[in-house]
Nanobody, 122 residues
Framework: QVQLVESGGGLVQPGGSLRLSCVASGFTLGYASIGWFRQAPGKEREGVACISSDGFYSSYGDSVKGRFTISRDNAKNTVYLQMNSLRPEDTAVYYC???????????????WGQGTQVTVSS
C-alpha cells in the first residue's frame, strides 16, 4: 500500500525557517518524481516544488523561488522541503504527492499524503 507521510510543520515567525519531510512506504521512492503542494483556506491547491526521481531536476512555483529548496534522499525514502524567509502568505497545509514525471499541476500526481500545517505568524 502506497503511503506518504508529511511532517515538520508548525508555527514559525515571519522570516523564520522550517524543513518539511515526506516519508514514503509501500513503494520505492526512487522511482517517482515527488511534488510539494500547499493549500490555504478558501484557495486552490498550489504547486510549490517538484523533484525528479533521480534528484537531478527540480522546479519551483514563482512565489517560493529563491526561498524554498526541495531535495531527496532515496536511501531513506524521504523528500525534503527546506523553507526559508517564511512569510505569512506561506501559511497553508503542505502536501507531498507522487508523479511519474516532473510535473506542476495536481492532476498529474497520484498518491497524496495527509498534509502538515505550516503557520507563519508573529
Amino acid at each position: 500500500q502506497v503511503q506518504l507521510v508529511e511532517s515538520g510543520g508548525g508555527l514559525v515567525q515571519p522570516g523564520g525557517s522550517l524543513r518539511l519531510s515526506c516519508v514514503a512506504s509501500g513503494f520505492t521512492l526512487g522511482y517517482a518524481s515527488i511534488g510539494w503542494f500547499r493549500q490555504a483556506p478558501g484557495k486552490e491547491r498550489e504547486g510549490v516544488a517538484c523533484i525528479s526521481s533521480d534528484g537531478f531536476y527540480s522546479s519551483y512555483g514563482d512565489s517560493v523561488k529563491g526561498r524554498f529548496t526541495i531535495s531527496r534522499d532515496n536511501a531513506k525514502n524521504t523528500v525534503y522541503l527546506q523553507m526559508n524567509s517564511l512569510r505569512p502568505e506561506d501559511t497553508a497545509v503542505y502536501y507531498c504527492a507522487t508523479s511519474s514525471r516532473l510535473a506542476k499541476v495536481p492532476d498529474d500526481f497520484g498518491s497524496w499524503g495527509q498534509g502538515t500545517q505550516v503557520t507563519v505568524s508573529s
